[in-house]
């Protein structure tokens, strides 16, 4: 069997299976219970700012 054929074989069926077992992994791990305390400082760091939201003309000026 050539090199190619053998990884083709292996990539459409163990490393598929891998693959997917990975992604529901890595769901499962984000969506547990004790993640909320984790994820909840992340999610807000788009809307901080000193003490009001940022305007339209402040943040573009800051781009520029």
Do not use: N, Q
């Not at 299976?17 to 400082?41: N, S």
Request: no cysteine; aromatic share 18%; glycine share 6%.
């Amino acid at each position: 069997m050539e090199t190619y054929s053998l990884l083709r074989e292996f990539a459409d069926s163990w490393m598929l299976l891998f693959l997917f077992a990975f992604f529901v992994g890595v769901v499962i791990w984000v969506f547990r219970p004790g993640a909320t305390k984790t994820y909840e400082d992340p999610s807000g760091i788009p809307f901080r700012h000193e003490d009001k939201p940022a305007t339209r003309g402040e943040a573009d000026a800051k781009e520029a």
